[in-house]
């Protein structure tokens, strides 16, 4: 839904490529337990608290971006760059910066589409950043920290190299694209609940998380097949 | 590989396909929105008299007092009048299945349960109940109107109904009044909108408030007994609308709908009551009818063409018919309109002049014989009259006056024949037939004294099928499509819009498949905002088919042209590079973007209405609930804004020429005065200075148009790069345009939509701050976000795809006598305000790029002729806008032809499709006043190359100080004036549509 996000203050750009890489069946392994929180969050929404997206959309998004959130900055951490330069510690104090500075990000470019604003919606606008944030947002800058010109490469100009950046920057983009594509159902008259921001708005990016996902793991394998044929 | 188009070419399939388009759009309006010719007048005592007759002179009827009248109605007529007083019970949305039941079966049982006297006068005979099919749309007004004139309205009447909702046309009401009947009127008020100043006494409820099932019906009925009581009136209506709402807020199965019709049960036996009791005590006979406007579908809802909602009822109580059984009661069908004839004969007043309806049969028994022949007889001569209207005379030319009763018709022999042929010839057959078995009728009665009833009875099924078939034919010519023209019409829309995509594409091709490019075409072509421009139309035409869409259209618009904002943003960002550091121009780009992103939201935050969400906040509302004296004051401050962003705008291009000078203190003046005029404005529109108005008028444009015609001349003494200086021209004239656009939409709008014009001026010097030289975005891609902004601004200043928000309060500024023209001019323009702005700054746009490209432009294209270079420049701005229009006219034509049996049709498409029309209208005048600005140059440029040719001739030396541009010209003299005879061609193509 949003573009805003290549924004972010001019860095220092360390251009050495120092990561850890990823194998396929572990990009398959994250993505399930990113995606397993997810269900294990509506779960707790419904079963423990009995509230969904629909009857609390603030309660649930809080809900679903706290349990997602510790476990995409324990995982995406591993990953940072330069690890012998920047401790653990260190990338997960960014990535809560990140949370942070994405979640405003992701405000403004929703009210720049024409998210309502108000008191009423204030809270739920919040939380459905905080989400978005995290899909989008943390696990880049745990793993990049402020570097521009890493930033640049995987997003803007999505020239990704290693399993870890296809990772980050296809379920990024799946959420914002799904989240666009959820607010279409907004203006109908059909009269039903979901149609409220930002439920519909929600579902969307979750399920263009989710196909991000799938589409990143496809690319993954098959351009590792690719590889491996050229290098046989 | 096709071969380049030349401009000439270009401009002629332009126009052609502009005129094919118009050709197509005309033929298809008038198909799908037939407008019926109507009598104009009231029926009076010539329609007592043969239609062939000449028109004896009335000389005083006006002047015959009321009574007198009445008598020589009475007299004129033959049919001598049994009642006195009419109670016109109308309940509103009451399907006739509630009452009468369906397919000849009982109503359903909890109906029946709920209305026991109703079905119990029904069982004994008393009443007698029709089926009254009502015509779509089925709402109230149309439907009241069709009742008491008996005329089907075309959408077209009610659409452009702005200045009146008063009924003019001739109708029951008003020729009761002409007798000097009394009349009340108790419910809804939509019957005091349509007969202003005729009910003596009236108490108006309103249909707005859809959730008060109860308190709507309760300040109806508390008038009943008080009004049945006195005896000074002749005309009683009742207008029930609570049946309506609980239809409205839970469907037909609503719990609430047994205990309404229950209620309506009660006012019926009531009223009956009364009725009979006054009937017993010998003082004159009360007719009860009942009535309902329109049926609902299961959910309630109403509007549409379906057999549920058009299923309405006519109940008539105390006609003393003898009817049979409960069968015969029930089972009957009419149409809503012969309720206007058959009243007009009961009542024994002239059948209003536009009807189409018939005399209900079965209304008629209680009147003797010769009064039911006289009676069908009165209604074949009004439909006759309406129909000689829409038929040559030639078909009636047989016919003379009174010929049927002397025998004497020509060519018309007083046989009896089958009735064959065409329509129309049929309808004269028809006609002659069931006049000449009356005429043989009366004879015989006058010889034998005794009438045979064979005789009788042949005459009444011969005037009985003339009147139905005749009803039909006239009913279908207002409501018919007639295919032929819808797909004439329809596939010329289409051409014109293949002519118009294949033109874009071609110029396209040629623009971008240049080797130059070539190296970085995928780039070009790929680029996101290039896809997200083309997806956008697609976008449109697919939503388009949903009706709530199109009510929402609002939405889409600010949600597209917001994503185009953040493309280009991505874009920016994009190109972002560190290294270089800080840099001023693209700072300058970031900042315009942002306030593109900024002033967007605004203005869709300021109007958000649309149609089905009109009770959310917005700023709008927020400012007028905090007062108006905070309007005002924001009036007055974004006046300023806009006059000194405009004068900021006239002097950027660093000009010193007099005439810049000139052109700032005429819309100094008229600035002063739009502010002088908005700070003595006060609540009321009609205090606003009529001198005022007209002087800014003036004013206004004579600084546009002086700017257009004095500009080019003084760029002729320069001696600067001869492009680089016509651009500043452009560019100059462009914002003269533009702000004088937008003084004038300060004068015109609304105070409160003083702010959306200064963030519209804004949006566009934001867009023009975007073309500097090192621009990536395309420049058709830009061109097509203008026109997106444009329609964006369109709704954020309120409007919507309703007719009902269009501003007709500002339409009487500076209009000192009535005029429908001018106003409907400014009305145009105030609607219009933002697209008509947005087409305008494209002059201003040409002019920058211009500038901004001519070194470039001149290098690109040294090998080719400046007429190239013209029609490159000209193309994209006409030709984008132009087709943008013509995807968006051709895609929703074909939606309305596919939706035309929706529920919807006629209260969201068809306004959809006028709002459709008027954007095309204001595209085409956008686009002419695009392609004629830049004819100035071309005049000039002629002149100029005829002077460098002689100075050629008599000088040696190829320009040495005579610039770019005139150095190319001499070095080219021949090839140069060549192309600029084909711009002069071109523009004046554009001219000649």
């Known amino acids: 839904m949003e573009e805003t996000k290549k924004k972010k203050k001019p860095g220092t750009s360390v251009g050495v490529s120092g990561d850890v890489s990823i194998s396929a069946l572990g990009a398959f392994f994250v993505h399930l337990i990113t995606g397993l929180f997810l269900a294990v969050g509506f779960w707790v929404a419904r079963n423990k608290y009995s509230v969904d997206l629909i009857s609390d959309p603030s309660f649930t998004l809080r809900l679903l971006w706290s349990i997602e959130f510790p476990l995409v900055v324990i995982i995406y951490s591993s990953f940072r760059k330069n690890p012998e330069k920047c401790s653990y510690s260190k990338a997960v104090g960014r990535s809560i910066l990140g949370l942070i500075s994405g979640a405003f990000l992701n405000v403004m470019g929703a009210i720049a589409l024409g998210a309502p604003i108000g008191m009423q919606y204030l809270p739920k606008t919040i939380h459905w950043s905080f989400l978005m944030s995290v899909f989008t947002f943390v696990p880049a800058t745990a793993v990049y920290g402020a570097s521009w010109t890493d930033w640049h490469r995987v997003f803007a100009s999505m020239k990704p190299s290693g399993n870890i950046e296809y990772m980050i920057f296809i379920p990024a983009y799946g959420a914002m694209i799904g989240g666009w594509f959820g607010a279409w159902p907004m203006p109908l008259d059909w009269e039903r609940p979901w149609q409220e921001w930002p439920i519909s708005v929600s579902y969307g990016a979750i399920g263009g998380y989710i196909v991000g996902q799938t589409v990143s793991l496809s690319l993954i394998t098959f351009l590792r097949k690719h590889k491996n044929l050229k290098v046989a | 590989m096709t071969t380049a188009m030349t401009c000439t070419r270009l401009t002629i399939y332009t126009v052609a396909g502009i005129f094919l388009q118009v050709i197509g759009l005309s033929i298809f309006v008038f198909g799908f929105f037939p407008v019926k010719p109507t009598l104009s007048g009231v029926s009076d005592l010539e329609s007592y008299r043969d239609p062939f007759c000449d028109s004896a002179p009335n000389p005083n009827e006006s002047e015959l007092h009321p009574e007198k009248l009445r008598l020589l109605y009475q007299e004129l007529s033959g049919i001598s009048s049994k009642y006195d007083r009419l109670i016109l019970m109308v309940i509103d949305g009451l399907p006739a299945e509630f009452v009468l039941g369906k397919d000849g079966q ?67 009401l008003g020729q009761f009044f002409r007798i000097g009947w009394k009349m009340v009127m108790h419910g809804d008020e939509t019957w005091l909108k349509l007969f202003p100043g005729l009910f003596m006494r009236h108490d108006s409820v309103s249909s707005f408030f859809v959730k008060d099932t109860v308190q709507v019906d309760r300040n109806v009925s508390r008038h009943l007994p008080n009004e049945l009581n006195n005896d000074d009136w002749n005309l009683l209506i ?243 499509k007639p295919v032929l023209l819808l797909g004439l019409g329809v596939s010329a829309i289409l051409l014109s819009c293949v002519v118009c995509v294949t033109l874009f594409l071609s110029l396209f091709k040629e623009v971008y498949h240049e080797p130059k490019d070539r190296v970085c075409r995928g780039s070009h072509l790929l680029n996101s905002e290039d896809v997200f421009v083309l997806a956008v139309p697609l976008i449109f035409v697919i939503s388009m088919g949903s009706s709530s869409m199109v009510e929402e259209e609002h939405y889409i618009w600010h949600f597209m042209v917001a994503t185009f904002y953040l493309l280009l943003l991505f874009k920016t960002a994009k190109s972002f590079d560190f290294s270089k550091g800080m840099n001023i ?27 089905n969400w009109t009770y959310l906040p917005d700023i709008s509302k927020w400012l007028e609930q905090v007062g108006s004296g905070y309007v005002k004051r924001i009036q007055l401050i974004s006046s300023f804004i806009v006059i000194s962003l405009g004068l900021f705008t006239l002097f950027r291009t660093r000009s010193k020429r007099k005439i810049v000078c000139v052109l700032a203190f005429g819309f100094t003046t008229c600035g002063f005065l739009i502010l002088l005029h908005a700070w003595r404005y006060q609540d009321d529109m009609f205090e606003v200075s009529t ?127 009535h005029s429908t023209i001018l106003s409907g001019i400014l009305m145009f323009m105030i609607t219009y305000a933002s697209p008509m702005l947005f087409l305008l700054s494209l002059v201003m746009h040409i002019g920058a790029y211009l500038r901004n490209h001519s070194h470039s432009t001149i290098s690109a294209h040294r090998d080719t002729n400046l007429g190239e270079a013209l029609k490159l420049r000209l193309g994209f701005p006409c030709l984008v806008p132009l087709c943008i229009n013509s995807i968006l006219l051709t895609a929703y034509t074909v939606v309305l032809l596919l939706m035309r049996n929706h529920l919807f049709v006629w209260s969201v498409f068809s306004p959809k499709y006028l709002y459709v029309c008027a954007t095309t209208l204001c595209t085409y005048i956008g686009v002419f006043v695009v392609a004629v600005t830049p004819k100035r140059f071309i005049f000039l440029l002629f002149l100029v190359i005829h002077a460098i040719s002689f100075l050629e001739t008599t000088l040696i030396g190829n320009g040495t100080c005579l610039g770019d541009g005139a150095a190319l010209i001499v070095t080219e003299p021949a090839n140069t004036c060549r192309s600029w005879f084909c711009g002069g061609d071109a523009v004046l193509m554009v001219l000649g549509d």
């Open chain 2, 106 to 172: 009982p109503p359903r049982k909890a109906w029946k349960e709920s209305m026991p006297y109703t079905q119990s006068l029904l069982a004994n005979g008393d009443a007698i109940g029709y089926h009254a099919k009502a015509a779509p749309p089925t709402v109230t007004m149309p439907r009241l109107k069709a009742m008491v004139s008996g005329a089907i309205g075309g959408f077209l009447d009610v659409a452009f109904n702005f200045n009146t909702q008063a009924l003019l046309d001739d109708n029951l």
């Open chain 2, 585 to 611: 121009l693209r700072d300058y780009k970031l900042g315009s973007i942002f306030s593109l992103l900024i002033s967007g939201r605004l203005l869709k935050g300021w109007h958000q209405g649309g149609v």
């Open chain 2, 238 to 480: 009742l207008h029930y609308l609570g049946l309506d709402h609980v239809g409205h807020t839970g469907g037909r199965n609503s719990p609430l709908m047994a205990s309404k019709l229950k209620e309506m049960d009660d006012v019926v036996r009531t009223m009956h009551l009364k009725a009979t009791m006054d009937h017993s005590q010998d003082e004159g006979q009360t007719l009860l009818i009942i009535v309902s406007d329109h049926g609902m579908t299961e959910s309630g809802n109403h509007g549409g063409s379906s057999y549920e909602e058009t299923d309405s009822l006519m109940l008539f109580i105390g006609l003393g018919s003898n009817i049979s059984d409960y069968a015969a009661a029930t089972n009957n069908v009419a149409f809503q309109v012969d309720l206007a004839p058959t009243l007009a004969i009961l009542f024994g007043v002239p059948i209003p002049k536009n009807n189409v309806g018939v005399l209900v049969p079965g209304t008629l028994d209680s009147l003797r014989d010769y009064e039911q022949l006289r009676a069908l007889e009165l209604n074949s001569w009004q439909l006759l009259r309406l129909m000689q209207a829409q038929l040559p005379s030639s078909l009636f030319g047989g016919f003379s006056c009174n010929c049927f009763l002397y025998g004497a018709c020509e060519g018309l022999g007083s046989d009896i024949n089958e009735c064959f042929g065409d329509k129309e010839k049929q309808l004269i057959c028809l006609f002659k037939n069931a006049a000449v078995l009356h005429s043989i009728w009366k004879s015989k009665k006058l010889i034998e004294s005794s009438s045979s009833m064979e005789d009788f009875s042949r005459a009444l099924d011969a005037y009985n099928a003339f009147l139905k078939t005749a009803s039909e034919w006239l009913a279908s010519k207002t409501t018919e």
């Open chain 2, 691 to 817: 001198v005022t108005a007209k002087l800014i008028y003036l004013l206004l444009s004579i600084s546009a148009i002086g700017a257009a015609l004095a500009l080019p001349w003084s760029m002729l003494n320069k001696d600067k790069c001869f492009l680089a200086e016509a651009g500043d021209c452009l560019y100059l004239i462009g914002s003269a345009y533009t702000l004088s656009w937008c003084l004038l939409q300060l004068l015109l709008q609304q105070p409160i939509n003083s702010v959306p014009i200064l963030l519209l001026l804004i949006q566009i010097l934001a867009i023009s701050g975007l073309s500097s030289k090192d621009s990536q975005v395309n420049e058709w891609v830009k061109i097509a976000a203008l026109y997106y902004m444009g329609m964006a601004g369109h709704f954020a200043l309120g409007n919507s795809n309703t007719l009902a928000t269009i501003d007709v309060a500002g339409a009487f500024i500076g209009i000192s006598s």
